[in-house]
């Protein structure tokens, strides 16, 4: 076990960090659809799928390290889908926390910028946390992603660099 964690290096703790972001970001926008208020049933079926594809590419990417290297084209295999899927990540992040802010940002302005005729019935209590709970989870799908964006330049395992080995020179 202790050879297992010894193989893993910085990307591998970051990747960690950002696959429980991404998860409690997921927990937030589901909660503002969910919860009453303002946002409620305005799901968005374009960031569910982007953060769970990024969840499974940042298991995917945590466990192909494990896989046994049989040979060189094995390794070489591992190395570069665990690369491609660590810079998808930020991507589907990205698009996720996109598609959460453009859902919502119409919602936002009506209920902070409305006219005062109108901001009487539309703040509410309700409303009022349906949108701080909005702001607070494009903001951790903000730092989701950039927590991503900074792991996918550390590699997942350590390298291993192989020691020439001295020739005995026959006499």
């Given at each position: 076990?202790?050879a297992?964690?010894?193989k893993?290096?910085i990307?591998?703790i970051?990747t960690?960090v950002?696959?429980v972001?991404?998860i409690?970001?997921?927990?937030?926008?589901s909660?503002?659809?969910?919860?009453?208020?303002?946002?409620?049933?305005?799901?968005n079926?374009?960031?569910?799928a982007?953060?769970?594809l990024?969840i499974?590419f940042?298991v995917v990417t945590?466990?192909l390290?494990l896989?046994p290297?049989?040979?060189?084209w094995?390794e070489?295999?591992?190395?570069?889908?665990s690369?491609?899927?660590?810079?998808?990540?930020p991507?589907?992040?990205?698009?996720?926390l996109l598609?959460f802010?453009?859902?919502?940002i119409e919602?936002?302005?009506?209920?902070?910028?409305?006219?005062e005729?109108?901001?009487?019935?539309?703040?509410?209590?309700?409303?009022?946390?349906?949108a701080?709970?909005?702001i607070?989870?494009?903001?951790?799908?903000g730092?989701?992603?950039?927590?991503?964006l900074?792991?996918?330049?550390?590699g997942?395992?350590?390298?291993?660099?192989e020691?020439?080995?001295?020739?005995?020179?026959a006499?």
């Open positions: 076990m202790l297992l964690i010894k893993y290096w990307g591998a970051v960690v950002t696959l972001l991404t409690v970001s997921l927990a937030m926008f909660a503002n659809v969910t919860g009453e208020g303002y946002f409620k049933g305005m799901d079926s374009t960031v569910v982007m953060a769970v990024a499974v940042e945590l466990v390290p896989v290297a049989k040979n060189k094995v070489t295999g591992v190395r570069v889908v690369d491609v899927l660590r810079v998808l990540i991507i589907f992040l990205v698009v996720a598609g802010v453009g859902d919502r919602g936002l302005a009506y209920i902070y910028f409305s006219n005729d109108v901001i009487q019935e539309v703040q509410t209590p309700a409303n009022l946390a349906s701080e709970l909005a607070n989870g494009m903001i951790m799908f730092v989701t992603w950039v927590v991503s900074i792991g996918s330049f550390f997942i395992t350590r390298s291993v660099k020691e020439p080995k001295a020739e005995v020179a006499e």
